[in-house]
């Protein structure tokens, strides 16, 4: 096989190459070159004059910015360098190889002609460089993003045993001592060992003794940057954040000790070298702080649901390296596929596992056996690492999700060619699948000939037309919202069933109509424009309608991490500002006004 034909055949497999016509494709293979780069090799520096497009073949590559910040850490099929491409042809970014990596690197001028011919080719590079780039990690993090809001404080007169009883139930190393909302002093479990028991001090004085009084200070507005230089200057570990004199906030040591080491490269360092299931669950218990990073940081939702999938698929990998290095090589070809949210790339603070295996037709009952036992393997070390059982037991260590392809197949047929309410509800979920590791030869053709066969057959589609329009936007009277009834969550809005997963399931539709294998939701309602299923006005509201809702859950989730609390989807409307929950109305609508085009448009076919 010649250089230029294994590219081709790499090609095939990475969007959007994958769906140029073949002639297309074939002389756009001859202008790429392969380039291998070492670990740790630089391959350009910001304002570098580039020498085309990147693609990574293989290994992964770290981008970051001009401040050093990390971007992005990119793998397989991940392309990098069309900002500065698509600007001036110098670089815009820096860019290191984390690993050996095969780079396939498409020249300049090739590049460009694409763009200028393929409207869909140039809509890929293109789309998003509107949206707001986010800011440069820590050290151009603003405050107000990394501190804990609303810190443990204490009353100048409070006796020192009491506050002291204080921190330890609240687990905190120092206290805010305060005078109605103003400010008085720092007192710090330091404090207390040598002011207090060093010297057998009567622990029944007021705080306000061994306090340190009018400590150093730093405004919400402050960045990252002014953290650090401030910490190490005056060489204190408790940093508390004021306005005007009133107490908002506190940076401890602690917590940018927890930034470097939630950092999506270091997380994926530590996975990699994990030798147990416990070791990767003490990196993935750092999930929630990296999701609260990356909003802080002002990243696209998707970029973000992105990077916290990453995570998963890679624990997911590591899970089944380590069951076969145990257990032996798997006796025959196999594909681990995810579904849901991992499928979608679309993962949040709040996620279940959803999974399943399609196993080589050549497998005998003994070879099941083995990968009944992997599926168990590895489900329970995605459970004990954090992505807990899936509640409707869509799991490949369920033995109907863990089948010879013959049975998979057979599977699509009947939801297809036999629409019910349960095969329109299984066929929602499994058109999510995306392969993890092994063999996507397994994949493709399922997939591909699922595809052609749902798109022709109108009853399933008005099926899955059916399903999308089930769950509906919040909207109550008088341009207010429907807020759950009763129970706990009573008051509150929930931001999964009512507000992403309408979107979820119009782009599943979508993505039926136009003969798109995208499984992202937005790819999918990019395709849906592309391929004029929806109108390019239409479309556009509704991505600006998925952007707010998608964001307004992740800002939710990211803010109860920061206050101590375990991220969910329910969010009060009293807790938006009355800008942004206009906003949310908004939005809401415009999803409604869609589910509500698509029924009509069903309706009269």
Not at 100 to 123: G, I, S, Y
Not at 188 to 215: Q, S
Not at 429 to 434: A, G, P
Request: charged letters at 20%; proline letters at 4%; one cysteine or more.
């Amino acid at each position: 096989m010649t250089a230029s034909t294994k590219i081709l055949t790499f090609l095939e497999t990475a969007h959007p190459y994958d769906v140029l016509p073949r002639a297309e494709l074939e002389e756009l293979a001859h202008s790429f070159a392969r380039k291998q780069v070492k670990e740790g090799e630089t391959i350009y520096v910001h304002g570098d004059l580039l020498e085309g497009l990147y693609l990574v073949k293989d290994g992964s590559v770290e981008i970051t910015d001009v401040n050093g910040g990390q971007v992005s850490l990119l793998q397989k099929s991940n392309h990098f360098g069309e900002r500065g491409l698509l600007r001036d042809g110098m670089a815009a970014t820096t860019a290191t190889a984390v690993s050996d990596a095969t780079l396939l690197v498409l020249a300049p001028q090739a590049f460009k002609a694409e763009v200028a011919r393929n409207p869909a080719f140039a809509r890929y590079f293109n789309r998003g460089q509107a949206r707001p780039q986010a800011a440069a990690g820590l050290m151009t993090q603003h405050v107000s993003d990394l501190m804990a809001k609303d810190p443990v404080t204490c009353p100048v007169d409070m006796a020192i045993l009491d506050c002291a009883r204080l921190m330890r139930d609240r687990r905190v190393s120092c206290l805010a001592v305060t005078e109605g909302a103003t400010l008085k002093g720092l007192v710090t479990v330091r404090d207390m060992t040598n002011k207090v028991l060093a010297e057998g001090m009567d622990t029944t004085l007021p705080v306000r003794v061994i306090m340190t009084p009018d400590p150093i200070t730093l405004e919400p507005s402050a960045l990252g940057t002014d953290v650090i230089q401030t910490m190490l200057e005056a060489k204190i570990g408790h940093l508390p954040i004021a306005e005007a004199g009133r107490l908002v906030g506190m940076v401890t040591q602690t917590d940018i000790t927890g930034f470097f080491g939630s950092s999506q490269t270091q997380m994926i360092f530590e996975l990699t070298k994990a030798a147990t299931i416990a070791e990767m669950a003490e990196v993935t218990a750092r999930l929630p702080t990296f999701l609260m990073q990356l909003v802080g940081a002002h990243l696209p939702h998707d970029v973000v649901t992105r990077k916290i999938t990453d995570v998963t698929d890679i624990v997911t990998r590591r899970l089944l390296k380590m069951y076969e290095s145990t257990f032996g090589d798997a006796p025959v070809p196999y594909l681990w596929a995810a579904c849901g949210s991992q499928g979608r790339q679309e993962q949040t603070g709040v996620s279940d596992q959803d999974n399943c295996l399609i196993i080589d037709n050549a497998a005998t009952e003994a070879d099941m056996a083995y990968f009944n036992a992997m599926a168990k393997y590895v489900c329970d070390g995605l459970n004990a690492c954090g992505y807990v059982y899936c509640p409707g037991d869509m799991m490949a260590m369920a033995d109907r999700w863990c089948q010879r392809l013959s049975v998979w197949e057979g599977y699509f047929d009947a939801w297809i060619n036999k629409p019910d309410g349960e095969a329109q509800m299984l066929a929602s979920v499994m058109f999510d699948l995306r392969p993890i590791a092994g063999d996507k030869t397994l994949f493709k053709p399922l997939q591909e000939t699922a595809l052609a066969a749902a798109k022709k057959n109108s009853i399933f589609v008005a099926y899955m037309i059916s399903n999308s329009l089930k769950h509906t936007p919040p909207l109550g009277m008088l341009r207010g919202f429907a807020t759950i009834k009763s129970g706990e969550q009573r008051g509150h809005l929930d931001m999964k069933h009512n507000g992403v997963v309408p979107l979820v399931d119009l782009g599943r539709v979508y993505a039926l109509q136009s003969g798109s294998a995208a499984v992202n939701t937005r790819a999918r309602i990019d395709a849906a424009i592309e391929a004029g299923v929806i109108s390019q006005s239409g479309g556009a509201d509704l991505l600006a309608a998925y952007d707010t809702i998608a964001t307004a859950r992740l800002e939710h989730q990211a803010e109860q991490v920061r206050t101590g609390t375990a991220p969910d989807n329910y969010l009060s409307p009293s807790a938006i500002p009355a800008f942004e929950r206009s906003h949310l109305r908004d939005a809401f609508v415009i999803v409604r006004t869609m589910q509500s085009s698509l029924g009509s448009s069903s309706a009269r076919s």
